[in-house]
Antibody
Framework: EVQLVESGGGLVQPGGSLRLSCGAS????????MSWVRQAPGKGLEWVAN????????YYMDSVKGRFTISRDNARNSLYLQMNSLRVEDTAVYFC??????????????WGQGTLVTVSS | QSALTQPASVSGSPGQSITISCTGT?????????VSWYQQNPGKAPKLMIY???KRPSGVSNRFSGSKSGTAASLTISGLQAEDEADYYC???????????FGTGTKVIVL
């Protein structure tokens, strides 16, 4: 059974940092792209970043470029999101999501339960 | 990149069919056949319902179907059931620079 479990969320002041983790199990982690998607309270889903199977390619939404870093450790079956210079508008539940494996892979077929990041003074 | 446009809510009675629209641009929905749909219940993770415009993942009811015409995609739920009441989001691949854009979300209400 595929499982994605996020951790690391919490309350942080504006300008602070936080590192999110996502532990994966039930599939060959090193064979799939992974993503982070966030959802502000009461709002819609927003793609944040993704990373290639071997970590050689990374992509970010414009508003987090230069502040967030996505990474992975295939030996530990883990995905990470280092978030620096956090802003109030980064407040959201952060989901890790697996790229779909049934088709060409341009969708997200499994999601974690999410971890809440609150940026507030 | 702006979010894809969806109606805020769509309602229907049990057994009826409803359709949720998702309007994008020539840079996302109109350019790629990589439109997916997600169902999200309150406080839960999204669940993939449709991928690549009209394909259903294993385990998803065949009451859910997807289509696309030009820059607009749609999700149809036939034989509406109480358990279908949830938020639904469309998503489109938008190229290597922007990557993915989600829709604004639609709340499905079963009357």
């Amino acid at each position: 059974e595929v499982q994605l479990v996020e951790s690391g969320g919490g309350l942080v002041q504006p300008g602070g940092s936080l590192r999110l983790s996502c532990g994966a199990s039930g599939f060959t982690f090193s064979s799939v792209w992974m993503s982070w998607v966030r959802q502000a309270p009461g709002k819609g889903l927003e793609w944040v970043a993704n990373i290639k199977k071997d970590g050689s390619e990374k992509y970010y939404m414009d508003s987090v470029k230069g502040r967030f870093t996505i990474s992975r450790d295939n030996a530990r079956n883990s995905l990470y999101l280092q978030m620096n210079s956090l802003r109030v508008e980064d407040t959201a539940v952060y989901f890790c999501a697996r790229y779909g494996v049934a088709g060409s892979g341009f969708d997200f077929d499994y999601w974690g339960q999410g971890t809440l990041v609150t940026v507030s003074s | 990149q702006s979010a894809l446009t969806q109606p805020a809510s769509v309602s229907g009675s049990p057994g009826q069919s409803i359709t949720i629209s998702c309007t994008g641009t020539s840079s996302d929905v109109g350019k790629y056949n990589f439109v997916s749909w997600y169902q999200q219940n309150p406080g839960k993770a999204p669940k993939l319902m449709i991928y690549e415009v009209n394909k259903r993942p294993s385990g998803v009811s065949n009451r859910f179907s997807g289509s696309k015409s030009g820059t607009a995609a749609s999700l149809t739920i036939s034989g509406l059931q109480a358990e279908d009441e949830a938020d639904y989001y469309c998503c489109s691949y938008a190229g290597s620079t922007i990557n993915y854009v989600f829709g604004t979300g639609t709340k499905v209400i079963v009357l």
